[in-house]
């Protein structure tokens, strides 16, 4: 059972596998989508480069503008200040010592296919993309830089003035208790092994791609812009800023989002600040839609990682030291600084604690689409290789790949564990809670661990080969700074719930909804809530880093709680009674265990601003309490404000760390190297959940998606820098025919940190599949899998070089 109770959780809806209420309206075609919305707004296209490296000559624009319905065409040199500015560097850090960021158009160099050059806008679409091909740019070629090892060798650059491509270089180093260093550690090892891992190029592909939409009110000198982001807040900052507006006069809306999975924060976007650009400029409404070719090229990737790897273990597989290399493709530009390669460097070691670590990374310029964080952000890449560590380890020593993670487990006693190591931000990396044990056993269990080898030799007595793997993860989740969340009960007893950051399919309108109606006890139908729109919700940071849950879900039950102390206090002046003896169920308060005097909310929120007396039908129903609650009296009263509603942030002191493990049984056949997943299972800790059918949902989103990762998808650059496969045609998703039953266990250890005791989910489920798919086909081939993702040809190729 789960935990229920406890945190001042008064009735049963937090916890409960409540329906998505969203669905309704997004499955039967009802969701308004970005490009849903203005359908009179004229139409930007971009002439993006066709080079991966390439300085510009010369635009000659003069054969489009003749064009039918053409309305301008902007190139570099007509933005304004401010605007022509380089996109902002997002997440600044000392050891990124060469940070760049693109031009929203290019200013004299393009630095991979896809980057934008000119803007046209036309009276639609069509005509916009014609216009634009008649637009001639005459590029001077330069030599592409493609894959991190030919852009060490600095031959050539991406950056003039970035020697040897490197943007960062970082090293984080935790000796042993006797104090010793890792690579020591590793040479006084009993055993030792050497190896290195590589991790290709992916992206997320959310249904919808990018998007934006801008209104200019002349009259009011405002501006609303409707962008399908997963930071509304920051987009509104930015447009403000880079177009010398005062913030109140942009309004910035996300509408239905199809999805995010990280692209979506990168803000702003050059086409979320083009687009409101034209759009003051020209008077006119205007409206660019991201294609699906555009999405391939023009916004940003992630993965692509290659680790070198040194370990020392003792005879129980312990870890005594482990030194890792990384070299991070950072592609041409780094709006987010180093944000990937840190989190994989510093949430490497997972739930395990080891004698001695040293992780060095470099991150490195190429001629390719940049990359910041996707979905997972760097873990599937610190899991790929301390999970391919462990079983290598297991191996070599013969024993239970299980076991030898169980003897390197931090303990439930030990919590809060520090690793030694420091976050992005500079402050330390601590484990809040977990039950790593206990999860590896539920997971043994649930996918049949120990019986496993029988079930194999009895397929292979069939001539079938099966597999089994396994991955270990843990996840910081729910980052600062802030959500807040407002709450107000209107005089029809409807509860009104906003907060600031937006939503992409999580299915926030429900949970936060659970959370409202639990905390002031409500049904549930009568909560709405209200994302990712400036006008209601101004002060926000976004939905990534799997933290809506903690930080707004937390925020919203704080804001509750305020409105509930209120109401209580207005209710029982009405009841003439103490407000501690008072409850709230199914939205009226009474006197706890008298079920027959009770007091609405909705009179309440009549009581609580008594100039609407005389305006609502409430106000009947209010008179009743005439005599008791005094309705001639000043409104506020001091320190007090008039309505029945409440704000509140929160902020936590640090992250909060998820915890998960994932096992898989591949089959992989003999003679055409087809790799099959016959079974999967999940165990999860996210903490306290607030749904857990949602939470599964993640989860099993999650794993589809880190199926495509570990079978089918990944970028394919040839030499010049071009990438091949850029279309759904080429790059291959997972269909729900290729992704198999996830069987879920869930572990509810609360984190210790915030009121709510919840951890982040939305990640989780990309996170291990790599290294589990690559451990399940090691084990049904006995050939060292490490590289990801891996093809029939590749298993085959790799069936041939191992016979050698
Ligand atoms: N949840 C819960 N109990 C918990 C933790 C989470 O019920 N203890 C619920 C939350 O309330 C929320 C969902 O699970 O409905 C995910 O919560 P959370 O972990 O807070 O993640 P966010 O809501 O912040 O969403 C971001 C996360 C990220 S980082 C990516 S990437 C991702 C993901 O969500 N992108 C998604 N899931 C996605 N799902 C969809 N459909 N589309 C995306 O683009």
New binding site residues.
């Given amino acids: 059972p789960r935990g229920r109770g406890g945190h001042g959780v008064s009735t049963r809806l937090f916890g409960e596998p409540v329906a998505r209420r969203e669905d309704g309206r997004l499955v039967t075609g009802q969701g308004r989508y970005l490009d849903d919305l203005g359908h009179d707004a004229l139409a930007a296209a971009f002439v993006r480069s066709p080079h991966a490296h390439a300085r510009i000559r010369d635009i000659d624009v003069s054969a489009a503008l003749d064009a039918d319905g053409l309305v301008a065409i902007y190139t570099y040199e007509d933005l304004p200040e401010r605007v022509r500015d380089p996109l902002p560097l997002l997440i600044p850090h000392p050891a990124l010592t060469h940070g760049r960021t693109a031009y929203p158009l290019a200013r004299d160099v393009v630095r991979h296919v896809g980057e934008p050059v000119v803007m046209v806008v036309a009276r639609d679409r069509y005509l916009a993309e014609d216009a634009a091909a008649l637009i001639e740019v005459d590029y001077e070629q330069l030599k592409p830089v493609v894959g991190v090892e030919e852009a060490v060798q600095g031959a050539h650059l991406v950056h003039q003035d970035v020697p040897g491509n490197v943007g960062a270089h970082l090293v984080q180093e935790v000796p042993s208790p006797g104090g010793a260093g890792a690579e020591q550690e590793v040479d006084a090892a009993p055993h030792r092994l050497s190896f290195r891992l590589d991790i290709e190029r992916s992206a ?1 592909m ?1 249904l919808e791609g990018r998007g934006v939409y801008a209104r200019w009110d002349a009259d009011d000198g405002s501006l609303r812009v409707y962008s399908s982001t ?1 930071t509304s807040t920051s987009v509104r900052m930015a447009v403000a800023a880079k177009l010398g507006l005062p913030l109140p006069k942009v309004e910035v809306i996300a509408p239905d ?1 199809g ?4 692209v ?1 924060i990168v803000h702003p976007w050059p086409e979320e600040v083009l687009v409101p650009w034209a759009a003051m400029l020209l008077g006119r409404e205007v409206k660019w839609t991201e294609d699906r070719r555009e999405h391939f090229v023009a916004s940003a990737h992630e993965r692509a990682q290659v680790q070198q790897v040194r370990v020392g273990f003792d005879d129980e597989g312990r870890v005594l030291g482990l030194s890792v290399t990384i070299l991070h493709d950072h592609g041409a530009y780094t709006p987010y600084g180093i944000i990937v390669p840190i989190i994989t460097a510093t949430q490497l070691l997972g739930p395990y604690k080891i004698g001695a670590y040293r992780v060095e990374f470099s991150s490195i310029y190429t001629n390719t689409v940049q990359v910041t ?5 760097g873990r599937p890449q610190a899991v790929f290789c301390m999970e391919r560590t462990m079983d290598k380890i297991a191996a070599y020593l013969g024993r239970d790949r299980a076991q030898v993670r169980a003897a390197n487990f931090i303990q439930p006693d030990e919590f809060p564990y520090d690793q030694g190591l420091l976050f992005q931000d500079g402050r330390p990396l601590i484990y809040d809670s977990g039950d790593y044990p206990e999860s590896l056993r539920l997971l043994k269990e649930l996918v049949g661990w120990d019986d496993f080898h029988e079930v194999k030799a009895e397929a292979a007595r069939h001539g079938r080969r099966l597999g089994i793997g396994i991955g270990c993860y843990v996840e910081g ?2 980052v600062g700074p802030y959500e807040g969340g407002h709450v107000q009960v209107t005089s029809d007893g409807r509860v009104h719930v906003s907060t600031g ?1 937006t ?6 309108e ?3 909804a659970q959370i409202a109606a639990t905390e002031l006890g409500v049904p549930l139908d009568r909560v709405s809530v209200v994302t990712g729109d400036t006008r209601r919700f101004g002060y926000a940071v976004g ?9 707004s ?1 937390n925020a919203i039950a704080l804001a509750c709680r305020k409105v509930r102390e209120k109401a209580l206090r207005v209710a029982a002046e009405a009841l003439e009674a103490d407000p501690r003896d008072l409850e709230i169920e199914d939205g009226v308060v009474r006197v706890a265990g008298n079920p027959g005097a009770g007091v609405p909310l909705a009179t309440v929120a009549v009581l609580s601003n008594p100039l609407r007396y005389a305006f609502d039908e409430e106000a009947v129903r209010a008179t009743q309490f005439a005599g008791t609650a005094d309705l001639s009296r000043p409104p506020v009263d001091d320190g007090d404000e008039p309505g029945l509603e409440g704000r509140d942030y929160y902020s936590p002191v640090r992250s909060t760390f ?1 915890s998960g493990m994932h096992a898989a049984v591949v089959e992989t056949d003999p003679d055409t190297a087809e790799i099959r997943i016959l079974r999967y299972a999940v165990v999860h800790d ?7 059918m ?2 599964e ?2 989860i099993h ?2 794993v589809a998606q880190g199926v495509g990762g570990a079978l089918y998808e990944r970028m394919v650059y040839d030499g010049h820098g071009q990438l091949l496969n850029a279309s759904f045609m080429d790059f291959l998703m997972p269909y729900a025919t290729e992704v198999p039953y996830i069987q879920t266990a869930h572990l509810e250890t609360p984190s210790p940190l915030n009121p709510l005791g ?7 489920g990309v996170i291990p599949v790599s290294a589990v798919i690559a451990s399940a086909v090691e084990d049904a081939e006995g050939i060292p899998v490490d590289r990801m993702p891996i093809s029939p040809s590749e298993l085959h190729e790799l069936r041939r070089t191992s016979r050698r």
């Fill in positions: 997320s959310p997963q989002v999805g995010g999975f990280g979506k964080p996707y979905r997972g952000a989740t729910g950051l939503s992409q399919g999580q299915g926030h429900t949970v936060f939905t990534f880093a799997s933290r809506a849950a903690v930080l879900g998820a996210c903490g306290r959940m607030i749904n857990p949602i939470v949902g993640q989103g999650g919840i951890k982040g989910a939305g990640e989780a």
